[in-house]
């Protein structure tokens, strides 16, 4: 079954750093781009970030910039976030998901994982 | 930023009923949207994409259409399973945004 599993969320305090982690499996993880997306309690849903199949093209929320990085690995299947100076407002569920390939250069969202909850609480 | 604005924000509704969810690009889209299901404590999952094309695997009854602006996700024959949360998502270009979601309840 195609699956992406999310880990590394938690509780920090604001001004802190957490490290998200996504592994994929049951496709070619490296055909396809990834994202992250994430939802606060009770609301709807935010973008976050997008990296390419190769890592070439990144892309980030105005609201993340300079603060957030995706990078990846390949090699391992794995996706990341890393999340430093971390702000109340950056509590959410955060979730993995794959793009489609159907050759555009933005695509839908069709693989998502089950999201890993990050807290950021004094 | 393309802003994506869903009407209404919540409706009632019965199982067998005919619900239709607007979506309003802030500018041309072409047929860049999708549509995603959201059921309480878990993930969203995609339903249409290229505004029309049903993803595999979901049930005919749901559709969409439009292009441009103007997009609409109609669920026929409402099932007890389809009372969620709906969201439109452009992918035209960065960044992709969700509309405000569209709760479908039970009446």
């Known amino acids: 079954e195609v699956q992406l599993v999310e880990s590394g969320g938690g509780l920090v305090k604001p001004g802190g750093s957490l490290r998200l982690s996504c592994a994929a499996s049951?496709?070619?993880?490296?055909?396809?781009?990834m994202n992250w997306v994430r939802q606060a309690p009770g609301k709807g849903l935010e973008w976050v970030s997008s990296i390419s199949s190769s890592s070439n093209n990144i892309y980030y929320a105005d609201s993340v910039k300079g603060r957030f990085t995706i990078s990846r690995d390949n090699a391992k299947n794995s996706v990341f976030l890393q999340m430093n100076s971390l702000r109340v407002e950056d509590t959410a569920v955060y979730y993995c998901?794959?793009?489609?390939?159907?050759?555009?250069?933005?695509?839908?969202?069709?693989?998502w994982g089950q999201g890993t909850m990050v807290t950021v609480s004094s | 930023a393309i802003q994506m604005t869903q009407s209404p924000s919540s409706l009632s509704a019965s199982v067998g009923d005919t619900v239709t969810i607007t979506c309003r690009a802030s500018q041309d889209i072409r047929n860049d949207l999708g549509w995603y299901q959201q059921k309480p404590g878990k993930a969203p999952k995609l339903l249409i994409y290229?505004?029309?094309s049903l993803q595999t695997g979901v049930p005919s009854r749901f559709s969409g259409s439009g292009s441009g602006t103007d997009f609409s996700l109609t669920i026929s024959r409402l099932q007890p399973e389809d009372f969620a949360t709906y969201y439109c998502?452009?992918?035209?270009?960065?960044?992709?945004?969700f509309g405000q979601g569209t709760k479908v309840e039970f009446k």
């Open positions: 290229g505004a029309s």
């Open positions: 998502q452009h992918d035209y270009d960065y960044p992709p945004t």
């Open positions: 998901t794959r793009e489609a390939i159907r050759g555009g250069r933005l695509d839908a969202f069709d693989i």
């Open positions: 049951q496709f070619t993880f490296s055909s396809y781009n």
